[in-house]
């Protein structure tokens, strides 16, 4: 048979992109070094395989409910991969429909959303408008975070695969509200929401020993493909130091937020990946501006000043676990006004710092290195609490460089500060807040900036400007309009500077180098899917 050149030109080119298109479909995601942001050597390509079970050590779990509906404890169990929401982010925080197929806005306070079909929970039920309406009815009666959603007047079945949900008034956020994991949807026919979940998830309830471990087995029924793993064991271990020497023993296979200072080793060895990525949670100083001198904005602004956020980063955090901040929001978001800010917010300048603080009258009298206030001894409290690693040594950085000033600042550091911050027992304090786990700005900026907002009340901050452009912001659907709000709300937290944001923390975890499928998501509320595996 005569072949021309033509012929075999074409046939040499598909044979050459079959290679490439074959080669590209089996390797993993390459992992990204913390310390320069360059890619690492990625392990050998491994197909996905089915079989045996994960062993994760993580640093947060839930206590004595495993309730989704229950405070924050949706956020574990959907780590855990065992309850989903009507809608979701995916790694790169785009909104997705998950148990919903979409949705339709008919009205500025009626939202149409129709359910996906041939969905069923671990205990076989299938998912319909009953056992949708049944999970968001228990979110608005029976948690305590219900105020969160009593924007919603009321959600009804429009068929068996539809509901229909209608707010009070005009709410941009609605939709995004949805996929906070308090909204999980569970089965109707729960044997006990407390001790025994039952959600539609990759993997499915067997056990749990408080406060120890959370083991969980393969839903062979899934709706959304195959499930690699036979079953994850979850422990829940609070020291990053011995989450680290689980995994080094081989007890783990992976293990959340270990000491960054131990990532170069690992990494060395050869025996372990580590990721690390950008979340949307941001580490805040709050001052509580019901007392003096924080209530003064010179003393507030002086501390801005005072305060080298690239020194925390780089001693407290290795240059590893965080960057910089300057607006609520991380950069990676794109309700950040961050490149916005039209030269509103600080330098650290020692020189300004200390030329506010004598205009807040502050002024060394004796020589003694400390600075007096209004001409008398004065110590700054500052609070944290020991339950996220990065917090202590955060904090004793920041307190390091306000002695350097001649503010004579005490540390304290508890197991919790939540009741001190709410009955005001604190003067500053170092707190951390994911900001955006619903990928909506309304979540975060009404509790901090709105003058009936939670964390408002906490620190004694009021702003009639604020609250109009927070209530406009939230009743607009004109995205363009709610950025610019929000914007204008970013640059006025910083003039105003209630709260300091201090930096935004990356995600570390380190996994043995036999495990695969490992995506980090910004938002945190994900980890456990059906996409892990571990190579054979």
């Not at 924080?294 to 020194?311: C, G």
């Not at 004793?396 to 027992?425: H, M, P, Q, R, W």
């Not at 607009?476 to 923390?505: C, M």
Request: hydrophobic share 35%; charged share 20%; with cysteine.
């Amino acid at each position: 048979m005569k072949i021309n050149n033509k012929t075999m030109t074409i046939t040499i080119i598909m044979m050459l992109l079959a290679i490439v298109v074959s080669f590209s479909l089996c390797v993993s995601p390459t992992p990204t070094s913390p310390a320069s942001g360059t890619p690492t050597p990625a392990p050998t390509a491994v197909p996905a395989t089915v079989g045996g079970t994960l062993k994760y050590a993580s640093a947060f779990g839930p206590s004595d409910s495993l309730d989704p509906a229950n405070g924050y404890v949706g956020w574990y169990m959907r780590e855990a991969g065992v309850y989903e929401t009507l809608f979701g982010y995916d790694a790169n925080m785009v909104m997705q429909p998950e148990l919903a197929t979409g949705y339709e806005k008919i009205s500025d306070t009626e939202w149409r959303i129709n359910l996906r079909p041939d969905v069923t929970f671990h205990d076989g039920t299938p998912l319909n408008a009953d056992a949708v309406i049944f999970s968001l009815n228990r979110v608005l009666k029976n948690n305590t975070r219900s105020s969160e959603y009593s924007f919603i007047d009321s959600i009804a079945k429009y068929s068996d695969s539809a509901v229909t949900i209608k707010t009070k008034t005009a709410y941009a956020p609605t939709i995004a509200s949805l996929t906070d994991p308090i909204m999980s949807i569970i089965s109707p026919n729960i044997v006990n929401v407390k001790t025994t979940p039952d959600g539609t998830g990759p993997f499915k309830f067997m056990d749990y020993t408080k406060a120890v471990s959370l083991t969980l087995a393969r839903n062979d029924r899934y709706w959304n493909g195959t499930v690699y793993l036979d079953g994850v064991v979850i422990y829940y271990i609070s020291d990053p130091t011995t989450r680290l020497l689980k995994l080094q023993s081989g007890e783990v296979d992976a293990a959340y937020s270990i000491p960054t200072t131990d990532i170069a080793g690992l990494q060395a060895s050869g025996n372990y990946i580590v990721y690390n990525k950008p979340t949307l949670r941001t580490y805040f100083l709050y001052f509580n501006m019901k007392k003096s001198p924080l209530d003064n904005p010179l003393f507030r602004q002086a501390i801005n000043y005072a305060l080298n956020k690239s020194e925390v980063c780089d001693t407290a955090l290795d240059g590893i676990g965080g960057t910089p901040a300057t607006c609520v929001f991380p950069s990676i978001m794109d309700w950040s006004a961050n490149d916005r800010t039209g030269g509103a917010g600080y330098t650290y300048n020692v020189a300004r710092a200390k030329e506010l603080l004598a205009q807040a009258g502050f002024k060394d009298t004796n020589g003694d290195g400390w600075l007096e206030y209004n001409g008398q001894p004065f110590v700054l409290s500052l609070k944290t609490y020991t339950s996220r690693p990065q917090l202590k040594p955060s904090a004793e950085v920041i307190a390091s460089e306000l002695n350097a000033v001649g503010i004579n600042t005490k540390l304290e550091a508890f197991t919790s500060i939540s009741s001190d911050l709410s009955s005001g027992n604190y003067e500053m304090a170092l707190y951390a807040w994911g900001v955006a786990p619903t990928g909506d700005p309304d979540y975060i900026t009404t509790r901090f900036f709105l003058s009936t907002g939670a964390e408002a009340n906490k620190t004694g901050y009021k702003n009639t400007q604020m609250d109009s452009w927070l209530n406009q912001a939230r009743k607009s659907f004109d995205k363009t309009e709610r950025k610019s709000l929000y914007d204008q709300v970013q640059i006025q937290a910083l003039n105003d500077t209630p709260y300091i944001p201090v930096f935004y923390q990356n995600a570390v975890v380190a996994t043995s180098k036999n495990v695969g499928g490992v995506q980090l998501f910004p938002n945190e509320i994900s980890f456990i899917t059906k996409d892990m595996y571990l190579k054979k």
